[in-house]
């Protein structure tokens, strides 16, 4: 069967709007009805966060295999099917609506870039400047044949332009993360990777955005692009990173990787994402005492690490101990925080949940289990949506004032990060300062005066 490309967004519109599931559904059920749980939970909110989450996943696994593929890592392998896992995800969407032949010519679209870079990985190991830029030829050629392919299906609601523009940022920040790596340039290879998960999060948004107003009955007319959601795709993209980046600080840890250091500081980089806006509005000793705050059980990890290094049966217990304690005491706060929007009991079950699935991420890494560690990073950076949602929704039923709607007149006509999709740039910004620091300020004030 031959697709047409309009068809394909009808598939992407309906399959892709997965519920997420898991930790803390039974304290996002404890409070369905209220409004800021429905805000961030609309259908087409949905769309944007299992967009988010696959296409931010991809740029982060595909830095992976590409590393990986240089280095000759033994976990190499692994980290494919990891890749392929991802693309599997979005081909099954299109195939449980318009049956497997379709999904399996989207399947190969999809995967059709990603042997483009896996052929520049190679180019790269066997010095051939001659196939490196074959490889990027292609893969410019993919992006002006993609971006036509999604203005079309897009109604036009995409232009072609700003996909194509948007297209060649992807290119680059992953291309750039393989030769800052290999030229051991390990600070700007761990930016650009940032810079890729960072971006594709504003693919989702872009894409969503055009999706749901292409069909607005299969989404209940609800929109992608509000304050509200805004805020989850926010959490969405710093949490689901913070789970990325902190398995790869800890199996780079463990191996006593070169890169160890660049790798602490881009997971501590995302700490400061939250720690900077938390002093814009509190000032720089609460900014500091959030910092500290939110560090402590990347700490308590890296102590795990170190012991496991000491082969120290004694020092990796203390360390899980000290997770078992700080995640209960920062359930409490959270509880607190939203005046009980979120229950400690659930949050608890929701970071023992996180911790789990980090240490068995790494201890499976360690023991050269290395399926089982690309299944435990897939699930820990899949799991903190859901912190996400149920954070987001707390948020914003506290505080509704804060997220009255706001449209422009116009959405944006690219879905690739352009030029155009800095449009809600602001209101991420908004939503992280006035509902995280709201809720977070009123506990952090009182410790400051504590002090």
């Known amino acids: 069967m031959k697709m047409k490309p309009t068809l394909l967004a009808v598939p992407l519109s309906l399959s892709l709007l997965v519920p997420v599931q898991g930790a803390f559904a039974a304290d996002h059920a404890s409070h369905t009805m209220m409004s800021g749980s429905e805000a961030v939970a609309t259908p087409a909110a949905e769309l944007r966060t299992t967009l988010g989450h696959l296409l931010s996943e991809h740029a982060y696994l595909a830095v992976e295999v590409m590393r990986n593929g240089a280095l000759g890592a033994k976990d190499f392998e692994a980290s494919v099917g990891a890749l392929s896992e991802n693309t599997e995800e979005l081909s099954a969407a299109i195939a449980s609506v318009y049956g497997e032949e379709a999904g399996e010519q989207f399947n190969g679209m999809w995967e059709e870039h990603i042997g483009f870079f896996v052929d520049y990985v190679t180019a790269t190991a066997e010095n051939d400047e001659a196939k490196k830029e074959e490889a990027l030829t292609n893969l ?94 926010t959490l969405n993209h710093l949490l689901t990173e913070h789970a990325g980046l902190a398995v790869v600080a800890m199996q780079q840890g463990a191996d006593g990787a070169d890169d160890f250091e660049a790798a602490a500081n881009a997971l501590n980089t995302n700490t ?172 952090i004030r009182k410790k400051v005066q504590q002090d």
């Open 140 to 233: 410019d050629t993919y992006r002006e044949k993609f971006s036509q392919f999604l203005e079309t299906a897009t109604g036009e609601r995409l232009e072609a332009s700003g996909l194509a523009e948007g297209l060649q940022m992807h290119v680059n920040q992953l291309v750039g993360a393989f030769d800052s790596y290999l030229a051991e340039d390990f600070d700007k290879a761990y930016e650009y990777e940032r810079e890729a998960i960072s971006h594709m999060h504003m693919v989702a948004k872009g894409l969503s955005n055009a999706i749901t107003d292409q069909f607005p009955e299969k989404f209940e007319s609800t929109m992608a692009v509000t304050p509200a959601v805004d805020l989850r795709a």
């Open 272 to 443: 400061e994402d939250l720690s900077a806006a938390i002093a814009s509005v509190y000032g720089d000793e609460a900014g500091e005492q959030f910092k500290t705050m939110w560090s402590n059980h990347i700490g308590f990890f890296v102590d795990y690490v170190k012991a496991t290094g000491a082969n120290d049966e004694a020092a990796k217990k203390e360390a899980l101990e000290n997770l078992d304690g700080y995640r209960a005491e920062f359930s409490s706060f959270l509880e607190t925080a939203t005046d009980g929007r979120l229950k400690s009991d659930a949050l608890a079950e929701g970071l023992q949940m996180h911790v789990g699935q980090l240490v068995m991420a790494f201890d499976s890494y360690v023991e050269g289990d290395y399926e089982k560690a690309y299944d435990s990073i897939r699930e820990a950076y899949a799991h903190m949506l859901n912190p996400a949602k149920g954070l987001s929704g707390a948020f914003v039923d506290q505080f509704p004032d804060k997220f009255k709607m706001m449209m422009p007149e116009e959405m944006p006509k690219t879905g690739m990060g352009g030029t155009a999709s800095n449009m809600s740039g602001e209101w991420a910004v908004y939503g992280i300062l006035l509902a995280i620091l709201a809720s977070m300020g009123v506990v």
